[in-house]
């Protein structure tokens, strides 16, 4: 079994229940309901049917990449390029893990939600895995906008609908992911290459992404700012979203006077980790302050 989990890239899955949860108390908040025992019972069906949802991409995403995963130092060990686990035994364990994720979210929260799970597995699999990811540098995009959709997920199943701050949300996780990919990307650079995946800095160089990721930190301040903005949330998440902002550009501007792929996989090791923290910090404030509004 522990191959099969393996598939799953657990640390995806469970990075994102934060902005399930934090996406769903805003949903309760506006909505203007309380977390009675049904709620919270939707709210662990939204985690649970999701997570499932996600497991089953990362599955599928494993076996059409398992070609290219051979290329990569990363990835040469997982467990369909070793051959731990069949072809067919993924395949079957994907569709599984899909079909009980989506049962589940049907059964414990609405349509929309599962409409939006939907559209990110769409995404994740066909438009990014399958369409663009070997074939164009927005690929990246492609993926960010399959990744966006975990705190909408949990917008919709409380609220029950897609209004202005379900859109932030997206925009907030959207802006986060570009960054983070990209230096993810900086990092495995020679792996990306040697497979041949023209991710940004493969296609236009590390001074290049350095800029984008520059730009869209800028984007993700004005993102997250627009909760508060529009008085989805009060002042101090606007506080804890401006400082984590402004932090996080002051340490992507300090990248441009870097130079040197060893310097450069360093200084983007820590953009990586800082950004997780953001992710974290930030949603954490979004559910804390649903919960106190």
Known sequence: MKHYYELTKSG?????????IAGFLLGQSVA??????????????????????MASGCVFNN??????????????????VTRRVSERNAIVFGAVLGVLGFAALAMSTNAVAVAVAGVGFVFYVFVYTIGTKRRSPYGTAMGAIAGATPPVVGYAAAAG??????FILFAIMFTWQMPHFFAIAIRRKEDYAAAKVPVLPVRSGIARTKLSMAVYIIEFIA????????????????????LLGIVWFVLAVRGFGIT???????WARGMFYFSLFVMVALFGAIGIGALAG
């Open 12 to 20: 995806l899955v469970f990075g994102n229940i934060v902005a399930v």
């Open 223 to 242: 993102a997250s700012s627009l909760l508060a903005v529009f008085g989805y949330a009060g002042a101090p998440y606007l506080a804890v979203a401006l």
């Open 63 to 80: 076996y059409i990449d398992r070609d290219i995963d051979a290329k990569m130092e990363r990835t040469k060990r997982r467990a369909l």
């Open 260 to 266: 040197g792929i060893e310097h450069d996989r360093r």
């Open 32 to 53: 203007g309901f309380g977390m009675p025992a049904a709620k919270a019972g939707m709210l662990a069906g939204a985690i649970i049917g999701l997570g499932l949802v």
């Open 161 to 166: 609908r897609l209004d202005l701050a379900a």
